[in-house]
Each structure stands twice: as structure tokens, then as C-alpha cells.
């Protein structure tokens, strides 16, 4: 039986799974946030920093269980990277704050308002936080694009123009 590379590059275009990548990163989003707060918690200091290491993580977590080739699954790593950076640099601010006041953060989550959230941006997460969070937002794009041998990037590739050619027959 002779290799067709159609077959293979249309095997490698449905193994895509835009639904396994969508749980990984929120898999991965929670666990690491958790880590993160936990990290903050045990040295009681805030380290922004941690979400460039959630960027790589979650983007790798979507190339393993996404099987990523087209756009929209290292656009998705890149939005969960940047949810991801949000929510952890808050729930430690959130922890830490509690700690601070002897109380814990289930009783400041009762307090929590628009303005809570608005001061939180403006002040804590600020400019800083958005320069960490642009950066694992284009880690985790970097990360999860699938590389792919030789073979299937031309087998791949055989496959977009066959299927560009009968669109534009059609």
C-alpha cells in the first residue's frame, strides 16, 4: 500500500481537538494558580513573574492534548494565559491581603465589589502585570502550535492546497 499524503495531512488536520485543549488549559489554569497562591503564601511575597512560567505551561498543555496546527488553538492558550495571570495575581493579592489583616480570604471574598476589582487593576496588577501577562500570552501561542516532522508538514501541507483547490472549484 502506497503512502498518500492526503490521507495524512487530512489525519493530521481531524486529529485537531479544540475541546481537549480547552480542558488542558483550564486544567492547567487551576492547578498553577493554585501553586502560585500557594507559593505566595509560604515566602509571603507576590511574584508576578509566575505567570510567564503559566504562559509555557499552559500553551505546552494545549499542544499535547490539542494537537494544535491551525490558528485558533494557540489564540486560545494565549486568552487562557492572560485569564490565568489575571486570576492568580488576584487570588494572591486576595490571600496575601487576608493574611495581612488576620482573616482569610473566604471572608474577604464576601467583600469583594467592582471597586475591589477596578482598584485591583489600576493599582496592583497594573502596567507590570500587563507586560507580564502580554508576555505568557505570546509563550503559550509560541508553545502551542504543533511541530511536526518533515513528512507531516509536507503531508500537511499536500492537504491545505488540495482542500484550498476544491473550495475554490466549488
Request: glycine share 6%.
Given at each position: ?5 492526503i490521507?495524512?495531512?487530512r489525519?493530521?488536520h ?5 475541546r481537549?485543549g480547552l480542558y488542558s488549559?483550564l ?5 498553577l494558580?493554585?501553586?502560585w497562591?500557594?507559593?505566595s503564601?509560604?515566602?509571603d ?17 494545549v499542544?499535547?492534548y490539542g494537537h494544535g496546527?491551525?490558528w485558533?488553538l494557540?489564540t486560545m ?8 495571570s ?6 494572591s493579592?486576595?490571600?496575601l ?14 467583600e469583594i465589589t467592582?471597586?475591589?476589582l477596578?482598584?485591583f ?10 507586560i507580564y501577562a ?5 509563550l ?11 513528512d ?9 492546497e488540495?482542500?484550498r483547490?476544491s473550495?475554490?472549484n466549488?
Open positions: 500500500m502506497a503512502f498518500d499524503p490521507k495524512a495531512g489525519y493530521l481531524e486529529e485537531q481537538s479544540y481537549h488549559a486544567i492547567t489554569v487551576i492547578i494558580n493554585i501553586l497562591i500557594l507559593i503564601m509560604f515566602f511575597r507576590f511574584f508576578p513573574w509566575i505567570s510567564i512560567i503559566q504562559g509555557v505551561l499552559i500553551g505546552k498543555s499542544r499535547k496546527l491551525d485558533y494557540p492558550a494565549a486568552v487562557f494565559a492572560i485569564i490565568a489575571m486570576t492568580g495575581s488576584f487570588f493579592a486576595l490571600n491581603t487576608g493574611r495581612e489583616f488576620n482573616t482569610g480570604a473566604w471572608a474577604l471574598l464576601d467592582w471597586h475591589t477596578s482598584t487593576m489600576v493599582n496592583e496588577f497594573g502596567i507590570v502585570g500587563c502580554c508576555c505568557a500570552a505570546l503559550a501561542t509560541y508553545y502551542a502550535k504543533r511541530q511536526l516532522n518533515r507531516q508538514s509536507i503531508a500537511f501541507r499536500k492537504y491545505q488540495r482542500k483547490l473550495e475554490k466549488n
